[in-house]
């Protein structure tokens, strides 16, 4: 199972967003349609759902199961479906893996809770992964949070002690910096040969595959997947003119969604994106998130036109 686990994770897997009605419930057709859309996209091989771009840390365990039965029924039968797992308790955070893995998720991805940015021993780290291991017999994955985000990422140290386990098979390499990514996957190399590295900073992809990774699972490819895939099976192929050409035209676009300030609002502009494209009717999103603004959404339609995305609607 984990080997067949980690091939599968090869390639595009498009981290999804979760559309909101106005009253700020999960508006689940337009969620299936949404999920739909993306894994009908030739070259995405599955899904990262409650995931950041999914407002995991703000939705309920019921609305985070319904995520994942919504993915499951309306994706095709082959998409791998790695559910996030996000909660500040270890035990309640258990037992959302659990309830996770009754609601039909391939495997997990591990985030760290937000109260470590102030500081944690790694002995709590490894205790938080233990207990989640075993509250579920799914493959895992582990997150390594952006060099950013303070003591939520994770040193070469304890990077090597959880890669220890032998129950984590991946990580989403979040880590935003190119040095550390590239410190990371020679760590893990070493250490774990087997264990799959996928280079998920949506600014620097090309960089992740020109240095090397197994896939990458992003919400970039939630809304220009076409583009994504493109930037892919270029670096596969090793045709690197290709894949720096895919790599300008997606640039202005990763740096309006993730990179413009204030920080913290690629949900929102993610969401504005698709609206823009006449995707989503809505880009609501949960308090304490505001929608994006004015200037926000005047950068996002130029980004998306310099990506040649057919915007059809203004937010």
Known sequence: ???????????????????????FSVDEPALAEHIASVTAVP???GLLVNGHAGENFVLSLAEKRRVVEIARAVSPRDCLIVSGVNHESSLAAAREAAALEQAGADGLLVFPPNSWALGHSDDCTLLHHRLIADATGLPLMLYGAPVGAGTMSYGPELLARLVEDARFVAIK??????????????????LR?????????????????VIGSAGSQVSLAAVVPEL???????????????????HDALYPLSVAIYRDAPGGRATARLKTCLKLLGRLASDTLRPPQPPSDARETAALMDALTAAGAPVRAAA
Do not use: K
Request: charged share 25%.
């Open 1 to 23: 199972m984990t080997a067949s686990f980690v091939d599968r994770l090869s390639g595009i897997h498009a981290a999804t967003v979760v559309p909101m009605r106005a009253d």
């Open 43 to 45: 070259g995405i091989r």
């Open 173 to 190: 390499d979040g880590s935003w910096e190119v040095a550390a990514y590239e410190e990371h996957l020679r760590l893990i190399r070493t």
């Open 193 to 209: 040969p087997d264990f799959a590295v996928l280079g998920s900073g949506d600014e620097h992809l090309l960089t992740s595959y």
């Open 228 to 246: 994504v895939v493109a930037l892919w099976d270029a670096a596969e192929a090793g045709d690197w003119a290709t894949a720096r050409r895919v």
